[in-house]
């Protein structure tokens, strides 16, 4: 198809898929700089590794598959999916966890499927999962926030205990991490605690765990901003958010006492960051604003069964991939009406 | 005087850059040397030669007839002789050459004799079609569809509205705002003509909210001609509005239904600059020898509108119209959105060449470099079909057309909306021109190989029913021999034994007795009996023989 002559339009829109993943960066920022400020250097460390492996690693395959290099990794998404997937990471995870999750999601879950555009599920996901399923102690030992934590913790501290495993002059880990307040309710519930006992620790604030309740604010703030920019639609968002919602709305209703509010639910563990950043990824969602609202319906009530009822604590990450793999039945039934076609 | 008007679904914005070539009244380009008038200028058959190389032709004299029902006829666009009958190559996107009719012209520019039709309501619509189709009347929108079909709307509807296409959308374009400008009237009469070829019961000019100067014009001339059935209807700027379908759901609400007509609908759909020349065809009796050109983009000199003769070729054209900047350029026919390129100035101005764009960088910068799909709906969002082109462009680029035809292709109008937006810099419109094409190659070889499939059927059915009309042949016949045979053998028989017989006797020498001495009476006595008994015989045998005969 090597036309003779360009076809039209011979003009083009200011739009660039690079822009899109800078914005979609920028908007991270915020989140990050207040998830350092609460859960110490460990995050930055998270940011760095995963953004040179996820560079290194893409540029590696590319150069494999002799793909123009320096190109492909302008488009940026290669350092969006290492952003996302070092925020998902505790704030103090060896070099060597960070490492293999980036690798594994850039590597295998992006580009043995052919590169951005073609996989079909969210390789920050992919690289979450494998940990989680793999290293869950590692994954699970959760520094506490700031306020919480006994003692701090010097940059030096984090990167020695981040590259050897060596924290210095202290006793151990034990002292400064806790288990993450998704993880606490699950516990707690399953010990047959009320609710109201369980939230009158210290762990939870005044929407969901303290700390997190900001991290997660701010990126709602985030996600506001890449609506605003029209870098993603409100359909997933809104739908994923509201079916988390209701669902955890209804049960609350139901028996206050055993089911955690809808609050709580929309401001701990991944919710905030999958509504705006994971599920709006498009590449690997439904396509069509109809399916987009099913999309984001589904992966809210898949994560509230999750947390719910499930083995883990959060289940935002598995509730993206499982509607990944519905995404193209969903993209099959749900077309929109084609102009000058009869209604329905 | 405000309207309902509603929506159309996507769409953008687009800088119009419309401003740069209305800043001097039209000129009027100049005789060339030589015109190159396409035979086919339309969509539809090629017009048929009436003339032969070296005829003198006059101006507006018809040089070419239609061929067939949707075709139309090519005039002399001024006074020359004939040079060639000959291809050359002309404006079309695949860059090919086709026939076409060189004149050289005296530059006399010597008029035909016309015949004017100075009251167009003493016509009846079929006089009226047949008068514009003479004039080789073509959509001058862009399209080229032969204007007389789209105003006959036969006997099944009756035409509510009469649309005017004046939104002229595409940026750059001002070829239908200064036409309106500067001789609305000539859209006004035209239509007029047009509403009552079609008995529509009114008329609604369309023109976006980006020239006021042509909708103060239109509704100047309105008000001075005082006719009540036509409105000029101011439309928000948006591409793509000047889309046939786009303006009709923007004026009445209504949806084309896919793969329908507006005239499905109860509406036909005109260009404002169509109408004009079906007023100068009917009111004055010329048929379409010229037409207003944009020429504009940050390579031209003096960007303007020219009239234009059908045939001029575009190098003289830039030329005379203020030259052409030294910076680097590509020359396009129609707009940034929906034009193409052409590649050299060698070429003719046809009827549909509404405006040659001189793009420089500035006007169409090189675009960024192509990436992977991310499917983020950004074209789903700006398509005027309601489609996903996302899908469709995947399914395009995999070969596989029957899925991208279950998203409705074929609903596309190729307005470039998506390809404008595509954040990965797909040239998505390509992809779906290709695809429709294969499809449309695929449907023909489809319909190739059915009909020599039908065929081959027919010969093996035919074969089969000649071989068995052969063997019932034989039959009756083998039966009729067979018949015929019995009765030969007994004859046969018994004639041999007769001559066997004769035989014998001649051999043993045995003749009748008494025969050696006779008298003269008893030898002619003999000679009587034998004479009648051979008479006899010879009766017999011709009996026999029309015996035989009428069995046969």
């Given at each position: ?30 989140a ?7 859960f ?45 997937l070092?925020?998902a ?43 989680l ?11 506490a ?14 990167v ?20 993450t307040?998704l ?21 939870f ?13 701010l ?10 920019r029209r ?17 955890s ?12 509010g ?59 991939l ?23 | ?25 039209s ?9 190159i ?5 339309h ?15 006059l ?44 004149i ?21 619509p ?18 080229g ?21 004046g ?19 000539e859209?006004?009469?035209?239509a ?8 529509a ?28 059935s ?33 005239i ?13 020349s ?11 020898i ?6 504009t ?5 003096e960007?303007q ?45 046809i ?37 996903l ?10 070969k ?37 094409t ?24 035919r074969?089969d029913r ?22 030969d ?64």
């Amino acid at each position: 198809m090597s036309a003779v002559l360009p076809s039209s339009p011979h003009v083009h829109g200011p739009n660039a898929v690079s822009k899109v993943m800078h914005q979609v960066s920028l908007a991270l920022i915020p989140a990050l700089i207040a998830y350092t400020w609460l859960f110490g250097w460990g995050v930055v460390l998270n940011v760095l590794i995963a953004a040179t492996v996820a560079l290194a690693s893409e540029a590696l395959v590319l150069k494999l598959r002799d793909r123009p290099v320096m190109a492909t990794l302008a488009d940026g998404s290669a350092l969006v999916t290492a952003l996302l997937l070092a925020i998902a990471l505790p704030p103090l995870a060896p070099w060597w966890l960070t490492t293999l999750g980036v690798a594994f999601a850039i590597i295998l879950a992006k580009q043995l499927y052919g590169g951005l555009g073609y996989n079909p599920f969210n390789p920050a996901m992919i690289g979450y999962v494998v940990l989680l399923i793999s290293f869950p102690l590692e994954m699970t030992s959760w520094l506490a926030p700031g306020e919480l934590r006994e003692g701090a913790l010097s940059f030096a501290g984090a990167v020695s205990y981040v590259f050897t495993g060596n924290l210095p002059g202290m006793t151990g880990l034990d002292s400064l991490t806790m288990a993450t307040p998704l993880d606490t309710m699950k516990t707690q519930l399953g010990l047959e605690l009320t609710l109201n006992e369980i939230t009158a620790s210290s762990v939870f604030g005044e929407l969901g765990g303290t700390g997190w309740e900001v991290v997660n604010g701010l990126i709602l703030l985030g996600g506001l901003f890449l609506l605003f920019r029209r870098i993603i639609s409100w359909h997933v968002p809104v739908a994923m958010l509201s079916s988390l919602f209701l669902a955890s709305g209804l049960f609350h209703l139901i028996n206050p006492d055993h089911y955690a509010g809808p609050l709580f639910h929309l401001f701990s563990g991944g919710a905030m960051l999958g509504a705006f950043f994971i599920a709006t990824d498009p590449v690997s969602g439904a396509t069509s604003d109809k399916g987009r609202l099913w999309f984001g319906a589904g992966v809210g009530l898949l994560t509230f069964i999750i947390r719910t009822w499930g083995g883990y604590p959060d289940g935002v990450a598995f509730s993206v991939l499982l509607m990944n793999m519905a995404a193209p039945t969903i993209d099959y039934y749900t077309q929109p009406r084609v102009f000058g076609h009869k209604r329905g | 005087m405000s309207r309902k008007l509603w929506h159309f679904p996507g769409g953008l914005h687009l800088p119009d850059n419309k401003a740069m070539s209305t800043g001097r009244p039209s000129g009027q380009s100049a005789i060339p040397q030589r015109l190159i008038i396409p035979l086919q200028q339309h969509i539809g058959a090629p017009a048929k030669p009436l003339v032969a190389v070296g005829d003198r032709v006059l101006k507006g004299e018809m040089l070419a007839k239609p061929e067939g029902y949707v075709s139309a006829p090519v005039h002399a666009s001024s006074s020359g002789t004939v040079l060639a009958i000959e291809e050359h190559p002309v404006p079309h996107p695949s860059g090919l050459s086709a026939p076409c009719i060189i004149i050289e012209t005296d530059g006399e520019d010597r008029w035909a004799e016309l015949a004017p039709h100075p009251d167009y309501r003493q016509l009846d619509p079929s006089e009226l079609r047949n008068i514009i189709r003479d004039a080789g009347i073509v959509g001058l929108g862009g399209a080229g569809f032969p204007a007389f079909i789209k105003l006959n709307p036969g006997s099944r509807v009756a035409i509510d509205t009469l649309i005017l296409n004046g939104a002229e959308c595409e940026p750059y374009i001002t070829c239908d705002d200064m036409l309106m400008r500067e001789r609305a009237e000539e859209v006004i009469y035209g239509a007029r003509i047009m509403r009552h070829a079609l008995q529509a019961k009114q008329c609604l000019i369309g023109i976006e909210d980006n020239k006021p100067e042509a909708l103060a014009a239109i509704q100047d001339a309105l008000a001075h001609i005082d006719d009540k059935s036509i409105e000029a209807v101011q439309v928000p700027t948006r591409y793509p509005t000047g889309g046939e379908k786009q303006l009709i759901k923007i004026l009445t609400g209504k949806e084309v239904p896919s793969q329908g007509l507006p005239i499905d609908i109860g509406i036909v759909c005109h260009n404002v600059a169509t109408a004009a020349s079906v007023h100068r065809a009917v009111d004055l009796g010329e048929p379409l020898i010229s037409r207003l050109v944009t020429i504009t983009g940050h390579g031209a000199a003096e960007p303007q509108n020219v009239e234009v003769r059908i045939g001029t070729p575009i190098a003289g054209l830039l030329e005379q119209a203020g030259g052409v900047n030294t910076a680097p350029h590509r020359l396009l026919m129609g707009g940034p959105m929906m034009g193409f390129e052409l590649k050299n100035a060698e070429l003719p101005v046809i009827k549909t060449t509404n405006c040659l764009l001189l793009a420089s960088a500035e006007d169409s910068p090189e675009r960024g470099p192509g990436r992977a799909c991310i499917r983020c709906g950004a074209c789903a969002e700006v398509c005027p079909a309601l489609l996903l082109p996302q899908q469709i462009y995947w399914y395009a680029r995999a070969k596989d057309f029957d899925k991208a035809q279950d998203y409705n292709l074929f609903d596309c109008i190729e307005c470039g909306c998506c390809a404008y937006v595509c954040p990965s810099n797909l040239p998505l419109v390509q992809y779906y021109r290709f695809a429709k094409t294969e499809i449309w190659a695929q449907e023909r070889d489809k319909k190739a190989a059915d009909k020599a499939r039908e065929r081959h059927e027919f010969r093996v059915f035919r074969q089969d029913r000649e071989k068995e009309e052969r063997a019932a042949k034989h039959k009756a016949k083998a039966k009729a021999v067979k018949k015929n045979s019995d009765e030969d053998t007994k004859k046969a028989a018994i004639q041999a034994a007769m001559e066997r017989a004769k035989a014998k006797r001649e051999a043993a020498g045995i003749e009748p007795k008494n025969t050696e001495n006779l008298t003269e009476a008893q030898r002619q006595q003999i000679a009587e009996a034998e004479e009648r008994r051979q008479a006899m015989k010879d009766q017999n045998t011709s009996s026999t023989a029309k015996k035989e005969a009428n069995e046969e």
